[in-house]
């Protein structure tokens, strides 16, 4: 059975201050539960006091980005090797906005992926459709692709240390939800997809999160669907109470 993940991406908000004070709350209250998995992921600058923070606590550190290349002249970047000098152990990779906002290719984010695997780093890819694409029934086939070619190369026996999140772009933000129907539909999608590219055996081993505005209010009816293995939470990881809300309906679902 499956691990429920539920990570939170910070984005662009919570100085080091502030970090260590929402990254406390948290690891404070959950100890050191093994019923999920938890996962934050603050932005840079605030990686260390987060880390200080959560340490002794069942609580995971991720990172929102990194750089393909161990090191070099990539001004303004990190590498994988840095996050893990400050024991991040996941990283978000593909996320909508730096596909949008940072015209970053299926290309490299794949060497992004391959990257974090070879310094021990699971990354966490996101895919997702926009608006348009939905409603032109392209969603599959958009899916579909960016799955592929963001695991290109991906041995078979690391496929499984790979965390896919599915973002529906037009949720991300929105306050609009895909329904659990919908959200069902494409994680079976991905799962089937998995099955094709590293076997039965990996896929079901592989934990793929819904990422379109869950919060306390939907999540249940969400992460009770089959395929759906927990959450990459926006704004409701930003306020320790709503988070740890998401925590708990997932332990719950896990009894």
Same mark, same amino acid.
């Given at each position: 059975?499956?691990?429920?993940?539920?990570?939170?991406?910070?984005?662009?908000?919570?100085?080091?201050?502030?970090?260590?004070?929402?990254?406390?709350?948290?690891?404070?209250?959950?100890?050191?539960?093994?019923?999920?998995?938890?996962?934050?992921?603050?932005?840079?600058?605030?990686?260390?006091?987060?880390?200080?923070?959560?340490?002794?606590?069942?609580?995971?550190?991720?990172?929102?980005?990194?750089?393909?290349?161990?090191?070099?002249?990539?001004?303004?970047?990190?590498?994988?090797?840095?996050?893990?000098?400050?024991?991040?152990?996941?990283?978000?990779?593909?996320?909508?906005?730096?596909?949008?906002?940072?015209?970053?290719?299926?290309?490299?984010?794949?060497?992004?992926?391959?990257?974090?695997?070879?310094?021990?780093?699971?990354?966490?890819?996101?895919?997702?459709?926009?608006?348009?694409?939905?409603?032109?029934?392209?969603?599959?086939?958009?899916?579909?692709?960016?799955?592929?070619?963001?695991?290109?190369?991906?041995?078979?026996?690391?496929?499984?240390?790979?965390?896919?999140?599915?973002?529906?772009?037009?949720?991300?933000?929105?306050?609009?939800?895909?329904?659990?129907?919908?959200?069902?539909?494409?994680?079976?999608?991905?799962? $089937?997809? %998995? *099955?094709?590219?590293?076997? &039965?055996?990996?896929?079901?081993?592989?934990?793929? #999160?819904?990422?379109? /505005?869950?919060?306390?209010?939907?999540?249940? $009816?969400? %992460? *009770?669907?089959?395929?759906? &293995?927990?959450?990459?939470?926006?704004?409701?990881? #930003?306020?320790?109470? /709503?988070?740890?809300?998401?925590?708990?309906?997932?332990?719950?679902?896990?009894?």
């Amino acid at each position: 059975m499956r691990k429920f993940l539920i990570a939170g991406n910070w984005k662009m908000n919570k100085n080091s201050d502030e970090a260590q004070s929402l990254a406390s709350e948290i690891a404070q209250t959950l100890g050191r539960q093994h019923e999920v998995d938890v996962v934050i992921c603050p932005p840079f600058t605030s990686l260390e006091s987060a880390a200080r923070a959560i340490e002794s606590s069942g609580v995971k550190l991720g990172a929102q980005n990194m750089h393909p290349e161990r090191s070099g002249a990539f001004t303004g970047e990190i590498s994988a090797e840095m996050l893990r000098h400050l024991f991040a152990t996941y990283v978000l990779v593909g996320h909508s906005e730096r596909r949008v906002q940072f015209a970053e290719s299926d290309e490299f984010i794949n060497r992004k992926v391959l990257a974090a695997l070879n310094s021990r780093l699971k990354p966490i890819l996101c895919i997702g459709e926009t608006l348009e694409e939905r409603e032109a029934d392209k969603a599959f086939e958009v899916v579909g692709n960016q799955l592929k070619a963001g695991l290109a190369n991906v041995p078979a026996d690391l496929a499984d240390l790979v965390i896919v999140a599915y973002e529906p772009v037009w949720a991300i933000g929105t306050g609009k939800t895909a329904t659990p129907d919908q959200a069902q539909e494409i994680h079976q999608f991905i799962r $089937e997809e %998995l *099955k094709n590219l590293f076997g &039965d055996a990996q896929a079901d081993r592989t934990r793929i #999160l819904y990422g379109g /505005s869950m919060n306390p209010g939907n999540a249940e $009816e969400l %992460l *009770k669907q089959v395929d759906i &293995d927990g959450g990459l939470i926006g704004g409701a990881s #930003l306020e320790a109470r /709503s988070f740890l809300q998401l925590v708990e309906i997932a332990s719950g679902l896990s009894q």
